[in-house]
């Protein structure tokens, strides 16, 4: 049992920062360049009021998944390189080379209990936004560099950019979902009634009770999922 004068705020966030790289380099008369790199984020961001618990405030109740109580958002970086450079004479493609750039993120609000409120609940499910995923994987050998060299020289002459022959292999990856459960009770502007009693005491000495009820509610008052 939580009772406040202020506001209740739960949240849970996460930031995560991951750069995998992988590189090759081969020499000879035959040979093969092979690499691959893997860069793959899971997160799990709960905020969760179990069955039995009971949370009243004052003021507003913030439940928030995948943003902090300030309202900062998850943020995640996945990025994935792999460089392959086959210098052989005779060169032999590889067989099993890219690189992968995954995201997965599944934040939950979930109330099981019970949220009672003065002001507003408010229940926030946030996939957050501006993600880095980026998996890319390049293989070259002495062939294509010199086609790419020829290549640029000739779209230089006639005032065009490099030109860049190559393979490229690679996956970018992410699947975010967010959402709210509410299994339990939510009651906002849990004083949006009172009550008033005025008793009068008449000549005979009885008194004569006088009820007035009062409904005040508050502009944009509301529960939020």
């Keep these: 049992v939580i009772d406040t004068v202020g506001d209740f705020d739960l949240a849970a966030r996460e930031h995560a920062d991951v750069d995998a790289r992988a590189s090759s380099k081969t020499w000879g008369l035959a040979a093969y360049a092979d690499g691959y790199s893997k860069s793959d984020i899971r997160s799990y961001s709960t905020a969760a009021i179990g069955a039995g618990s009971d949370i009243r405030a004052d ?5 928030g998944a995948g943003r902090d109580a300030t309202g900062v958002r998850n943020s995640f970086s996945s990025v994935a390189r792999t460089d392959l450079y086959n210098n052989s004479l005779v060169p032999i493609p590889g067989l099993d080379w890219g690189a ?109 009770p006088d009820t007035v009820s009062t409904q005040v509610p508050r502009e944009g008052q509301e529960s939020k999922c």
């Design 100 to 208: 992968d750039g995954l995201l997965t993120q599944n934040n939950r609000v979930v109330v099981d209990g019970t949220l009672r409120s003065v002001m507003d609940v408010n229940l926030i499910a946030d996939k957050g936004f501006g993600h880095l995923v980026d998996g890319h994987g390049v293989a070259r050998d002495l062939y294509s560099q010199a086609a790419s060299a020829i290549a640029s020289g000739i779209s230089n002459l006639f005032g065009g950019g490099d030109v860049s022959i190559e393979q490229n292999s690679g996956r970018s990856i992410e699947h975010s979902i967010a959402g709210a459960t509410v299994s339990g009770s939510i009651d906002a502007g849990i004083h949006n009634q009172q009550r008033m009693t005025i008793s009068e005491t008449d000549p005979g000495g009885g008194a004569t």
């Design 59 to 63: 003021g507003d109740i913030n439940l």
